[in-house]
């Protein structure tokens, strides 16, 4: 049988990173066949109490070694992974023995908002357990339960919340899924500043084009790698496995001392449903309606607008100061325009009195005709151009007399598009699927800026 093993909340804003402490796991069980590629699986990003990124790791043990290829290299040795399942040797005690120590030696136990959780199973874990976590809101207990009618061994350290978050990478399937390839730093690197060639990772998505998310072109910041002090060179992230070592080896920079290819729910709006009804407060929402506002921008850049859903219910639409370009789109848009949003539905913030939809994307599919005036009315008569008799009194005709109420009207010309839009990449959400990846008929695709 093979051991599934999930992990969660070991790292910190000052070091370490849970997919390298999995590193750390296939090294200390002596390099086992996985079964399946490792697994970085994103939860809802919603909740206040998230760690960075919010996301959970799992590896399934026990790969065959017929069928099997390399996935990665650990201090030299490379990572096999099979799609034929057939079991481990040691036992899940064994394993569990081994995945406790390297999270009690690895993980950050000293910061505040770490408190690491370690889910060692014989099976998978029910599949509703992700679907809970990556869009609403789970207890620990709840977790420990979805855990437990696995069969799992369920480990908590501190007050344990990263069992949450290692019991659902258990129970994500992927049926949906993208790829990162993670590098990382040698030890004694750690904390000092990355070497790593900006020209080659600026035009990764050139030589590669099923790679994403690479680098923000309105702001001309590499998205691939972190500023924080952890394990992290960079990550490729894709849409095809088999590119990535390739792309990887494109990129000049300080060696890397391991790597290892993710399968991942990043770019998969697997954290957005339909809105039915009202919306709830962290969650996110595919929303389709009518704008019902002028936007407005307020202090700080952000721009907000109410939309009218299908169901008639008024929702408040915001696009904050980070999404930088796509503010323009929004500034664009005038009521009855129709608009498809994807958000997080938040708390209030600042003079707000209500929860608002925090856009990470919008489709315009379709733009509403907005008439101004072209020029006084023309007589019917002799057909002279028409006097205005005063503000709100209609025109006449200075010679004959005749009356209109209504100027010449002209069709006012549009600054927005219809199409799919998304922040600029930088400020993209690790869930979000991209405008330029988001397939929706009779709707071109479109980015604001950086284009991929
Ligand atoms: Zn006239």
Redesign the pocket.
Known sequence: MPVYVGVDDTDSAQGMCTTYLVTEIIRRLNFPILYGLPRLVRLNPNIPWKTRGNGALSIILGGDAQGSSVVGEISGVPVLSSRIATGVSDSLSVVNRAVRSVVEEAAMMDADNTNPGAVVSPAPVNEALYWKAVRGIVEKEEAILFAREAGAVVNEWKNGRGVIGAASALSWRGQNSTFELITYRYRHRWGTSRDINVVDVSSLSDRFPSTFNNYDRATRHPCIYPSSPCPVLYGIRGTRPEVLPEAMKTVRSEMPERWLLFETNQATDDHISVLNGSPSLFSSYVVQGTVRSYPETVRGGHVFFEMTTHEGIILLCAAFEETKDLRGIVRGLIPGDSITVWGAFKPPAGELLNGSLNIEKISVNALARRWIKKSNPV??????K?ESVGRGKGYR??????RSDMPEMTEARRTVSPGIYSPTTSSRRHLSRPAEMTVQSGVACQTVTGSQ
């Open positions: 007589c019917s008569v002799c057909g002279r028409m005709c200075r010679k004959c007399k005749q």
